[in-house]
């Protein structure tokens, strides 16, 4: 049996159960993920200072170099000037941002008050929580209160479940028995009833849960409360629900959804650090993610199969969202939660005069999501795609993810252009070049510069930085990767010699490339750190 495309984004986890459980568990899974990721908070973690790593136009005055206020004493004009344009020049600080020390550690309260539809939340929230874990690149370790204060489990989600499940307490715990777990390092999530909760108060994590809806079987809904937010969710009803309370959904070892045979033209699609790849048939999609740094815990590529063949694709925030054609109509897939209307969308092939054919025998499109409508290329110009069935020829003439989480809203720029022009967008800046040699860069204020690249390169990326522009090219046979800034030039030899073109993050310094084996390589752009080492078949 296979999970529905709503489930997919838990699949790692939800491989642990028997199909027929995973899939009766799936609204509880997702309701309780909604419920926690409402309080996430995105942003940038703030970070201590840490020396100086170069120069930048930008800096309090106590940073700006000495010959600069030199210059303000010889030249007070020239200074006016400079500051006026923003081409002072600053020490630029070194910022180190702290690293998640501790573990996602759950404590469950498996006590008499937890019998029955408190352990089939508590199973739907570690399953939540597994998941959690794994995107924080950290791992999961379960207590189980009235133990051994101390005594966390760790390792295989299989083994873990099965633990927790004979673990059953015949006494209710307490808010000390809750402390006297508490480590400082780690991020502790409490699943418990409202009794316990309402005594807890501090750092932690609470997860509460009380039964509130009745049927001929029994208990069919429960309110689940987090923080100052509650949802009522749906139970598992009938066999399924018992066979769960039993352990009899988790004896089956462990298997993942099938490997894609290959990777297909990849390419980084977001600002998110997933890498999509076409797989060995039309309507299949592989999203592999890029760890955090080199050490990191390797998540296995996951399989997508659409209901039709796969014209482009893209992620967002947690979703994954793909163009595909069925009976001769364009329509949106949506992998996890909805997406506006977009699902609805359905718009007849011709109307952008595609030749699905010929894009499923290469790469993915790109794919951008804006103000409710999907926005794809095709024929040399960009098209908006409404919900209510019409295409909209655009004036865009180049698009590209913006940093951030803020995925509604890509960076583009519009006509009229000088049409001999090739324009590349990044960073907030853009570059144009009317001979493929010699760029003219514009960084996100209007600042100019000129960076000249070897002749027939391809520039594969434009990023600014405090020091000025850079280029990232490949040369005509893609053999070289070079960084190319307009006093300097620098081969990337970890990245140079593979057999095709390497495919560089919109907004990361990430790269990735297809080694002589068809697996996937992925690493820093800077550094030449491997990240991500992919075999075929994985």
Known sequence: M??????????????????????????????????????????????????????????????MLVSEWLLADEAPVEFLRRAAQRELLHLAPAVRRPRRRGRVAVLADTGPG??????LVQLASMLVLHRRAAALGTDLAVGVLGQEPGS????????????????????????????AWTDADDDVWVLTGPRLAARLTGRRQVISSRESQWGAEGVTHVRV??????????????????????????????TPEEPAATFRFPFFPSSSRRILARGG????????????????????????????PVLAASVLGRRLIAMIVRDGTIRIEVIGSSLGNVADLRVPVETLALDPDAICSAGLLP???????????????????????????????ALTPRSGSQFDQPQFITRPADPKAEIILGDGGHARSTDGSRWQTFDPHGT????????????????????????????????????VRPWETRVLTTWSGLPTTPIVHPTLPLIAGVDANGGLLAGHLFTGDIMLRTAVGE
């Open 2 to 63: 296979r999970l529905p495309a709503a489930l997919a984004p838990w699949s790692d986890s939800l491989a642990f159960l028997a199909p027929d459980l995973a899939v009766a568990l799936g609204p509880l899974v997702r309701g309780i993920d909604h419920l926690v990721s409402g309080h996430d908070r995105p942003g940038v973690e703030q970070g201590s200072t840490d020396g100086f790593e170069g120069l930048s136009r930008r800096g309090h005055p106590e940073l």
């Open 114 to 119: 937890q019998a029955g539809a408190g352990r």
């Open 152 to 179: 966390w489990r760790t390792g295989d989600l299989s083994a873990l479940l099965r633990d927790w499940l004979r673990a059953r307490r015949t006494t209710e715990p307490d808010a000390d028995d809750v402390s």
């Open 225 to 254: 409360a987090f923080r100052d937010s509650s949802a009522e969710l749906a139970l598992p009803t009938g066999p399924v629900a018992v066979r769960a309370l039993r352990g009899q959904g988790l004896t089956r070892a462990a």
């Open 281 to 308: 048939a039309a309507d299949e999609l592989v999203s592999i993610y890029v760890p955090p740094s080199r050490g990191a815990s390797v998540r296995k590529p996951v399989l997508h199969r659409l209901t039709g």
């Open 367 to 397: 794919l951008y999501y804006l103000g409710g409508d999907v926005i794809c290329p095709s024929g040399g110009d960009w098209w908006r795609l409404t919900t209510d069935g019409t295409a909209l020829k655009t004036n865009y003439l």
């Open 448 to 483: 100019e510069s000129t960076v000249t690249v070897e002749p027939n390169s391809k520039v594969l990326r434009l990023m600014f930085d405090g020091m000025g522009p850079t280029l990232v090219t490949c040369s005509k046979a893609g053999v070289l990767v070079r960084l």
